[in-house]
């Protein structure tokens, strides 16, 4: 069998294989008969590998130095490692040099994971399509081109990634520990968390006064503001038909400028216009960007760019039009190509500058001058090429900010604050800088919204100005805040109710919560979606909510294998537990396996914050090794050693002690409350709920709430379908009980046997389903567990069958309940609903009914019909048949 892709993953936050490298490609890839077939034993790999990348020479892999990769390829290696390396050159090739990667065997003989960076995502996976194709040929020997692909990736680059100049914004805020967000394919982007959060798009920001967008955008408006300032502009007229163009040059003179009055950029605008032909194609160009055309005098001189932030000026640049330069023997085709083999310029904005392209604009220029492409230029003649001095129609810039006069540096800042604009680019047209341009004969030609920052940050000649650092002191002035607290919940089991609980904690001192779990988003205690909302997608919702100053976010095993967590950092982690569940799925076989995964939580914890673990679970405890942040730890046992060895040197646990939830702080101890007077402890009943109760008490103390408050908080916390919806959701009726709960797994059953026990009733009735993509023994586990703790069983049917047969699950729920010595009677009531109907309308007096419901919503809307109409119930006194 060939080789065969069995699915792509794009990490996008902290995950499984890297805390600190988000951007990862996760390919699970089957390499068939090539797991018995190394490279060292697939005749010529090697050399048409180096053939076909020279450039992969630089590839150290374990070997550290260079040849290194290809070392190992000629000693022999597995093609899933070689397919990894080929994904990563040719990103670099294609201008992406990304550098991380690793394969690891999935634990399923020819079954690997092809880790590797990427910078855009839709290039990750196109490199990682590509590069099993490339390892194919390769291995065939069939000739294989890479131009094809190279361009491809660059092409689908320049459409995902972000300009340069929210690039650098970007870039600057990350350096600085803000996190970010893209809020749609474009450049509009959110920078910080929840209340702290701006926006930026391009380089127009969330400060920025939309009526000076406006003014700028109106050349017109623009000019009269300027002119009634004394403000030097060229003198002009505005005009919607080409009738006036006559009278225009009449009036103005040649040479003219004609543009577009809304534009921006240099789009639709001609320049050094000395004929009258030449102005009427040049109103024709500006009419299709704009439905008013300025003309003005053209004034003689360099183009200069003077950039203003936060009504500072932070950088100038004269620009320069693509040119070509004349030696006396190259054709004006090879100059183009000369100035395009400069290794600065590249496709698109790949580079600090743009390959020139020869288009229609650039033609008509050429033969303006008497030449076609194939003429040749006269020793040091300059050939403009394009019309404006753009950076990305080929132009060139010289950075100048430090030999601008200081009247025109006084000017450039009136100017922004005339027009009201926080982020400004002035465009002057002038023969300097150095003096006044009052008084040089200079004027102001534009005042842009939303400038271009390429030409600052990497300027052709002079020195590159960091101006996206401005930007960020004006979004985030020192002392602001950008992020907001980020409590971050995993484990087994326990994840929703402690998340419930601490936004609970936290919505008592005040704050605004938006938390996410297995059965909701919600903000401020409102639902807005609804399902299973514990993957990163749900994560991001709540941190966009421009209401929302505090996060508590329950994280799964999925979420975290689909694409990593969905945020840069958290402020507390807490882990729950780890039990066996979902073992089998996504290549997580062992209960380490699944360890590694949860830690992913405590380890994407920053420095000063704190993780949270279960000092009873060895796997848990086990994660503080290797942790940057502070740790704090829980446990029902308050003799446990591993909490007094932690409180002995000075940290802080939660334990149980007496009856009361403590906090110990060092060797002082902080009664928090009673346990018997905590609601979602069923008067101490449910012990396992106090395993949640102590980490949410911890993450409380930590975000500094007074014990006051989360002891007020605990009493106010009542298990209901409202505050903790299928957990422990009791429901009396008139002769009998009905409690949902979520158990799902066989620590969940665990738990609630252990709860059950206490409950003085009889008889005990478990309504119960096996999931689908859990092991068989994992679905047997439970029907032993339930024979255990129930005197009667009526067996149900998940909804989502999880890819197995509901016949087979039921068969394996059995097998397990008729394993016990003991028997217990059992119903099959595939629908829960109609389980759930015959279970309270066959209720015994005095019987407990406990429903594990997955989908919780529509039990508890079964149970809430009932009991409306509980006062009618009539009792049935005959017991649940055995039919089998």
């Known amino acids: 069998m060939e080789m065969k892709i069995v699915e792509i993953r794009a990490m996008r936050g902290p995950n499984y294989w890297s805390i600190w490298r988000h951007k990862l490609i996760v390919m699970k890839l089957d390499i068939g008969k090539y797991e018995e077939l190394p490279t060292n034993k697939i005749k010529g790999f090697g050399e048409r590998l180096e053939k076909l990348f020279p450039s992969m020479v630089e590839h150290r892999c374990s070997e550290n130095g260079p040849g290194g990769f290809f070392h190992r390829v000629k000693e022999g290696t597995w093609l899933g490692h070689v397919i990894e390396h080929i994904a990563l050159e040719i990103q670099t090739l294609a201008g992406m040099d990304t550098g991380f990667g690793r394969t690891r065997s999935t634990g399923e003989q020819g079954f690997y994971h092809v880790v590797f960076s990427y910078m855009e995502e839709k290039v990750g996976i196109y490199a990682a399509k590509a590069a099993v194709k490339i390892a194919e040929a390769l291995v065939s020997g069939e000739p294989y081109s890479l131009e094809e692909d190279i361009q491809i990736m660059r092409e689908i680059r320049e459409e995902e990634r972000l300009g340069p100049s929210t690039g650098s914004i970007v870039q ?61 502009i060229p003198t002009g007229i505005i005009t919607y038909n080409a009738e006036d163009i006559p009278y225009a040059v009449n009036k103005l003179g040649f040479p003219l400028v004609i543009k577009p009055v809304n534009g921006n950029h240099g789009r639709g605008a001609t320049i050094n216009i000395r004929s009258l032909e030449q102005a009427e194609e040049g109103f024709l160009l500006a009419k299709k960007i704009s439905r008013a055309v300025i003309i003005e005098k053209f004034i003689t001189g360099y183009d200069y760019r003077l950039l203003v932030i936060n009504y500072k000026l932070v950088a100038a640049a004269r620009r320069t039009p693509a040119a070509v330069t004349g030696n006396g023997k190259m054709t004006i085709q090879q100059l183009v190509e000369e100035v395009n083999s400069d290794p600065r310029r590249g496709y698109g904005h790949e580079k600090e500058l743009t390959s020139i392209k020869v288009d229609e604009m650039t033609l008509a220029m050429i033969q303006e001058k008497g030449y076609t492409m194939e003429s040749v230029l006269k020793n040091n003649e300059i050939l403009y090429l394009k019309a404006t001095a753009n950076l990305s129609t080929g132009g060139t810039a010289t950075d100048v900010t430090d030999l601008v006069h200081p009247y025109n540096v006084f000017m450039a800042e009136r100017i922004s604050r005339i027009i009201g604009l926080d982020i400004c680019g002035i465009d002057i047209m002038a023969p300097e800088l150095t003096t006044p341009i009052n008084e040089n004969g200079g004027a102001v030609l534009e005042v842009n919204a939303g400038p271009g920052f390429r030409m600052h940050i990497a300027p052709t000649e002079g020195l590159p100005r960091n101006v996206a650092e401005p930007v960020i ?22 994840k929703t109710t402690t998340t419930r609980l601490v936004a609970h904690i936290m919505k008592t001192v005040g704050y605004k919560v938006g938390f996410t779990t297995t059965d909701g988003i919600y903000i401020q205690n409102r639902m807005l979606e609804q399902g ?33 967590l969905g945020f840069h950092n958290c402020d507390i982690g807490i882990v729950t537990n780890v039990a066996e569940d979902h073992l089998g799925l996504k290549d997580i076989h062992t209960l380490e396996d699944l360890s590694r995964v949860k830690a992913v939580v405590p380890e994407s914890v920053l420095p000063e914050g704190y993780a949270i673990l279960n000092a009873d679970d060895d796997l848990v405890y086990a994660m503080a090794k290797g942790l940057d942040c502070k740790v704090a730890y829980f446990s029902m046992d308050e003799t446990n050693p591993r909490i007094k060895k932690h409180c002995r040197n000075g940290g802080i646990a939660a334990v149980v002690e007496d009856g009361y939830i403590v906090i110990c702080k060092g060797t002082w101890k902080i009664r928090i409350e009673k346990v018997v007077n905590i609601p979602l402890t069923f008067s101490g009943k449910a012990i396992f709920m106090i395993q949640n109760i102590l980490p949410a008490v911890l993450a409380g103390f930590l975000s500094n709430v007074k014990t006051e408050d989360i002891r007020l908080a605990l009493e106010t916390f009542i298990p209901s379908p409202t505050q903790t919806p299928g957990r422990m959701n009791l429901f009396q009726f008139n002769k009998f009980q009905v409690m949902v709960d979520y158990a799902h797994n066989t620590a969940g059953f665990m738990a609630l046997g252990k709860f059950l026990e206490k409950i003085n009733a009889k008889p005990k009735v478990g309504i119960i389903a096996g999931v689908g993509d859990r092991r068989d023994e994992d679905i047997i586990s439970l029907g032993t567990l339930a024979a255990d703790m129930f005197d009667e069983i009526i067996i149900r ?24 010595k003991i028997p217990v009677p059992y119903k099959i009531i595939p629908t829960e609903s109609e389980a759930i109907d015959f279970a309270i309308r066959n209720a015994k007096q005095g019987a407990f009914i406990t429903i594990c419901s997955d989908v919780v919503p529509d039990a508890l809307n079964s149970i809430m019909k009932y009991k409306e109409q509980d006062a009618s119930f009539e009792m049935h006194k005959e017991d649940i048949p055995n039919q089998h």
Request: charged letters at 25%; one cysteine or more; aromatic letters at 4%.
């Open 172 to 232: 600057e805020a990350m350096n600085r520990g803000i996190p970010y967000m893209r809020l749609n394919r474009h450049s509009l982007v959110m920078l910080g968390y929840g209340v702290n959060q701006k926006r930026i798009q391009a380089t127009v920001c969330s400060n920025t006064s939309n009526i000076a967008v406006e003014l700028a955008c109106d050349k017109e408006e623009t000019k009269n503001l300027l002119a009634a300032a004394s403000i030097p």
């Open 473 to 494: 002191d004006m979004l985030y002035p020192p002392g602001s805040q950008a992020k907001i607290p980020i409590v971050a919940v995993t484990g087994t089991n326990g």
């Open 532 to 564: 299973d909302c514990t993957g990163p997608v749900s994560a991001e919702f709540v941190l966009r909510d421009p209401s929302v100053d505090f996060a508590v976010l329950e994280c799964a095993r999925g979420g975290i294998l689909r694409a990593g």
């Open 797 to 820: 049917q998940d909804k989502n069958l999880r890819n197995r047969s509901g016949e087979e699950i039921i068969r394996l729920i059995v097998k397990g309940i008729e394993g016990r």
